[in-house]
């Protein structure tokens, strides 16, 4: 692998230049580029500017540079890789997806967590599993007939969510069912040794061994018995926030259910994970990174070209197309399509000609849809050409981030965890996922999702598809972070996108 050529990548933080650990002035060496493309030598290649994915530091941000500045070189273009970071990645001391791996792996340990995803799976497999049987044929008592355990995985597994199609007026939880969660919370004789061991600060089952669990202080001080209320039985005092707590958990059942309701689940065990890391671990898996980092993106073009990066290169783009039009690609992976977003959207209000436009290329995009339709409503004339890659969703699905804790991939999470916490946001459509594009509730109700695609549909392709890479239209990448590789089928029709100079519109 070649050495980083200074010549062609500068180095931001939090969207400032900056001196990076080899002491280069990057304000100074973006002027030294853009002299080498007004050159004789380099007058007449593409522009090809990079923008890595977010969720890296400096460090990995230079290895895509390295890996990447041969493939773009050999397919004709002078290549410019945006070397990006958030300051706060040194917050959680390593890049974002292996603070989130670590995060998940030490949650699965948790005992409080193992014993929940228990009891709510059983729970939300019975009621899903109880759909379309009236009333009169149900043999339990109970408002929802109870699965027995050693079946709960097998009909998770097989559970046909074409039933959902027929019954969706019964998947929210009436209050009986609601009061039945609560009751199996309550009386579940393990999940109340945790939680009275946690609130006591004592030893856990017969006073042998203290709870193993990762919950955050502010769950812990919710569970914290005060001894200020009876027991429901009346036998024995227990603290108010005893019920509290179970209050809490129950509404995590609800919750997944009100996510089947909205069409905005991701499948039993994907949404329950989702709604228990939401509920009691949301301040352990980076969401207040995430946000800061789609920040910075927006911040490298504040007004000031001395400081600001993105402002610097378009101030120098300017000049470059002021006198000769020249072709510039700007290709976007992951959290970078966020960074293309904003570039685009700021052109013309730093005074960029209307002649300027760019071919756009974005990998794995996290951009959101509502980013996205600002994008295209503000700046579609600047884009010439369009190609998006992505995963179809089984293998979205498939590229698990942390094992059996969170088994698809680093855009569900983004969508259903780091884009937010209200409850608007989960499920947030995320440009780069294909189960958005589907001709179904909601997403084919949603006005935003369809002008989108209107104008993008038949420009994304999603791997695998293998026969388009000559036309510039083949992936076979299978995770996230394998849409940069340089061997992979996705930048061969880069390559080719690149060396033709148009985009088979």
């Known amino acids: 692998m070649e050495s980083l050529d200074k010549n062609h990548y500068i180095a931001l933080a939090n969207g400032k230049f900056e001196l990076d650990d080899n002491g280069i002035n990057h304000q100074e060496n973006l002027k030294i580029i853009f002299s080498n493309l007004s050159s004789k030598e380099h007058e007449e290649k593409p522009l090809v500017v990079h923008f890595h994915g977010g969720l890296v530091n400096e460090k990995n941000g230079k290895e895509v540079a390295q890996k990447l500045t041969p493939v773009y070189k050999a397919a004709g273009g002078y290549p410019l890789f945006f070397v990006w970071e958030s300051g706060l990645l040194e917050t959680v001391g390593r890049n974002l997806p292996e603070h989130i791996s670590g995060e998940l792996g030490k949650i699965s340990k948790d005992e409080v967590y193992g014993r929940l995803v228990k009891l709510l799976e059983k729970f939300v497999i019975s009621k899903l599993e109880s759909l379309g049987i009236p009333e009169e044929l149900r043999r339990g008592p109970a408002p929802i007939e109870l699965v027995e355990n050693n079946r709960v995985k097998e009909l998770i597994a097989n559970f046909d969510e074409r039933k959902l199609e027929k019954h969706r007026d019964q998947l929210e939880l009436n209050s009986d069912e609601?009061?039945?969660?609560?009751?199996?919370?309550?009386?579940?004789?393990?999940?109340?040794?945790?939680?009275?061991?946690?609130?006591?600060?004592?030893?856990?089952?017969?006073?042998?061994?203290?709870?193993?669990?990762?919950?955050?202080?502010?769950?812990?001080?919710?569970?914290?018995?005060n001894g200020d209320g009876p027991r429901a039985d009346g036998e024995e005092k227990r603290g108010l926030n005893f019920l509290t707590i179970i209050k809490y958990i129950a509404k995590i059942g609800i919750a997944v259910f009100k996510r089947y309701r909205s069409g905005t689940h991701h499948g039993i065990r994907l949404t329950l994970t989702e709604e228990i890391l939401r509920s009691i671990y949301i301040n352990k898996i980076g969401?207040?990174?995430?946000?800061?980092?789609?920040?910075?993106?927006?911040?490298?073009?504040?007004?000031?070209?001395?400081?600001?990066?993105?402002?610097?290169?378009?101030?120098?783009?300017?000049?470059?197309?002021?006198?000769?039009?020249?072709?510039?690609?700007?290709?976007?992976?992951?959290?970078?399509?966020?960074?293309?977003?904003?570039?685009?959207?700021?052109?013309?209000?730093?005074?960029?000609?209307?002649?300027?436009?760019?071919?756009?290329?974005?990998?794995?995009?996290?951009?959101?849809?509502?980013?996205?339709?600002?994008?295209?409503?503000?700046?579609?004339?600047?884009?010439?050409?369009?190609?998006?890659?992505?995963?179809?969703?089984?293998?979205?699905?498939?590229?698990?981030?942390?094992?059996?804790?969170?088994?698809?991939?680093?855009?569900?999470?983004?969508?259903?965890?780091?884009?937010?916490?209200?409850?608007e946001h989960i499920d947030k459509p995320i440009f780069g996922m294909h189960r958005y594009t589907e001709n179904r509730f909601p997403y084919a109700e949603n006005d935003k999702i369809q002008e989108v695609l209107a104008y993008t549909r038949d420009k994304m392709f999603w791997s695998i598809t293998d026969a388009g890479f000559n036309l510039g239209e083949g992936t076979d990448s299978s995770g996230h972070g394998r849409f940069d590789e340089e061997n992979d089928l996705t930048m061969k029709s880069v390559q080719h996108i690149i060396k033709k100079g148009y985009l088979n519109e």
Request: net charge negative; aromatic share 8%; hydrophobic share 40%.
């Open 178 to 225: 609601a009061d039945q969660l609560e009751n199996i919370l309550k009386d579940d004789p393990e999940l109340t040794a945790m939680l009275e061991s946690i609130g006591s600060d004592g030893p856990a089952r017969g006073g042998e061994v203290r709870v193993n669990h990762e919950l955050p202080p502010e769950i812990v001080d919710m569970i914290k018995d």
């Open 287 to 423: 969401t207040f990174v995430w946000s800061d980092m789609k920040k910075d993106t927006a911040d490298a073009f504040q007004v000031d070209a001395n400081v600001y990066g993105g402002t610097a290169f378009i101030e120098h783009l300017k000049v470059l197309t002021g006198t000769k039009k020249r072709r510039v690609v700007l290709v976007g992976h992951s959290t970078g399509a966020v960074y293309i977003c904003n570039l685009l959207r700021m052109c013309d209000e730093l005074g960029v000609s209307p002649d300027v436009t760019f071919d756009v290329v974005f990998l794995a995009p996290a951009c959101n849809y509502d980013l996205l339709h600002e994008t295209l409503k503000k700046g579609k004339a600047r884009i010439s050409n369009f190609r998006s890659f992505g995963m179809k969703d089984e293998l979205e699905m498939k590229d698990a981030i942390a094992g059996f804790v969170y088994p698809a991939s680093l855009l569900y999470f983004v969508s259903s965890l780091l884009e937010g916490t209200e409850v």
